[in-house]
């Protein structure tokens, strides 16, 4: 019996030692650019989103402009790397940085490729971006491959982009999942979820609204949404964010656009 008790007040006392974990709690939605409503095409976005306890994850794509299956790319590499996302989350998380691109690269690379056979399709007309967002509570993992940007919001600096973005030789243009030197590409970044009160991901059409590139800083509307999102049910955040995607900040720009937030309650604020 004394035995048992040392035990369990080792374990109580590991307990108390061990930082608790982080929950975030995740937003998302497109809207059709104003170029691709014109041209009569569908939105190339495409976003995934899920979590399973304390594992968090999110996905954003934005299809190749000179992709003929640009959507179905955008949307297949979206939710093959949620998947894979929330079924590996720990493992990739203590993965090398290397061990991850290629881990990652390679699942999409498959399931696009995959799929071109079986439409017989060449591998380049489902090309797109990735950006990506997971977490287990205590680690995190952002990843960048292509245009758009990634944002994150510290309860001690506020908000900053990463420098994560990939662009081409050329003006608008980019690094896709099907480049050949995507895997050089992809960029990640690490931190701790505790540093962390909320992050997005964003397309580069969305960035072209809520990005100020003189200065670097973003809108603040980004922090809107990430209040938005742990103060209220996910359903009623959607629908507000699509709406403010479709009326407002559509106007600021003729691409498609789309806005994944992942975000937990700051320190020292109520819900």
Request: hydrophobic fraction near 50%; include cysteine.
């Given at each position: 019996m004394k035995i048992r008790h040392h035990a369990r007040q080792r374990q109580q006392q590991a307990s108390r030692l061990r930082p608790a974990l982080v929950h975030f709690k995740l937003a998302a939605a497109s809207a059709q650019g104003r170029r691709h409503e014109a041209q009569g095409l569908p939105c190339q976005d495409a976003w995934a989103r899920g979590s399973l306890g304390?594992?968090?994850?999110?996905?954003?794509?934005?299809?190749?402009?000179?992709?003929a299956h640009a959507a179905q790319g955008a949307q297949l590499a979206a939710q093959t790397t949620l998947q894979l996302l929330l079924q590996q989350g720990p493992a990739l998380l203590s993965m090398t940085d290397e061990q991850v691109k290629a881990t990652?690269?390679?699942?999409?690379?498959?399931?696009?490729?995959g799929a071109a056979?079986?439409?017989?399709?060449?591998?380049?007309?489902?090309?797109?971006?990735l950006l990506l967002a997971v977490s287990d509570g205590r680690r995190m993992l952002f990843g960048q491959l292509g245009d758009g940007r990634v944002g994150v919001c510290s309860s001690s600096a506020g908000w900053h982009v990463l420098d994560t973005g990939t662009r081409g030789e050329f003006a608008n243009e980019t690094v896709f999942v099907t480049s050949g030197g995507a895997l050089a590409h992809f960029h990640l970044v690490r931190a701790t979820a505790t540093a962390v009160t909320a992050c997005v991901l964003m397309t580069d059409g969305a960035e072209q609204a809520l990005l100020h590139r003189a200065t670097g800083t973003l809108a603040p509307a980004v922090d809107t949404v990430a209040r938005w999102v742990w103060a209220h049910g996910t359903d009623r955040v959607e629908a507000a964010l699509q709406q403010q995607l479709q009326t407002l900040l559509r106007t600021k720009t003729f691409d498609d656009l789309t806005l994944a937030c992942m975000s937990r309650r700051p320190p020292g604020i109520r819900p």
């Open positions: 304390p594992l968090a994850a999110m996905v954003v794509c934005d299809g190749a402009g000179s992709a990652v690269l390679g699942c999409v690379h498959a399931a696009l490729a056979q079986r439409q017989g399709l060449p591998l380049r007309e489902l090309a797109c971006t």
